[in-house]
């Protein structure tokens, strides 16, 4: 199966978990699930804007950071310019924050509200150099919408 075939099939099925959902963590950890095992990445999961952080959320994968302050590493980043940022390798990403030394390549979705806001942000990180392109910043960004009015 192709990724775009594995992205459809993510989407529709993100779209059905979504559906009556009134629980954002279980949301995340589920739309985290559902990623992490379509695509085989190595860390999927959500950080949460709170209190003036990135705070860690519902993930599947190894131990994770914490926090992430806004405008560090790929994640505070991708919250402060509003964008989605791919990174085919994060040694050469500027103030990379390394939470995992396996992890080489990374994309972060924004998470927003209705003002246009970053609620969260969706990470992803994968063992292999130059994993994520733009059809995956395409199909990862309807995901993110998909989810944002249920956060």
């Known amino acids: 199966m192709?990724?775009?075939?594995k992205y459809g099939l993510l989407v529709k099925q993100v779209e059905c978990l979504v559906e009556g959902c009134d629980n954002s963590v279980s949301l995340m950890a589920n739309v985290s699930a559902a990623i992490h095992e379509t695509m085989g990445?190595?860390?999927?999961?959500?950080?949460v804007e709170k209190d003036n952080m990135l705070k860690l959320g519902p993930f599947q994968g190894s131990v994770?950071?914490?926090?992430?302050?806004?405008?560090?590493?790929?994640?505070?980043?991708?919250?402060?310019?509003?964008?989605?940022?791919?990174?085919?390798?994060?040694?050469?990403?500027?103030?990379h924050i390394?939470?995992?030394s396996l992890s080489r390549s990374e994309i972060v979705?924004?998470?927003?509200?209705?003002?246009g806001n970053v609620k969260a942000v969706l990470d992803i990180d994968s063992k292999e150099l130059s994993t994520f392109d733009a059809t995956d910043a395409?199909?990862?960004e309807i995901i993110a919408?998909?989810?944002s009015r249920h956060l």
Request: aromatic share 16%.
């Open 41 to 47: 990445f190595f860390w999927t999961g959500f950080y």
């Open 64 to 95: 994770a950071c914490y926090t992430i302050p806004h405008g560090k590493g790929v994640c505070g980043t991708a919250y402060e310019r509003k964008q989605t940022i791919v990174v085919p390798d994060v040694e050469q990403f500027p103030g």
């Open 2 to 5: 192709s990724k775009e075939e």
């Open 138 to 140: 395409h199909y990862l």
């Open 98 to 100: 390394a939470c995992s």
């Open 109 to 115: 979705v924004p998470v927003f509200d209705d003002m």
């Open 145 to 147: 919408k998909t989810i």
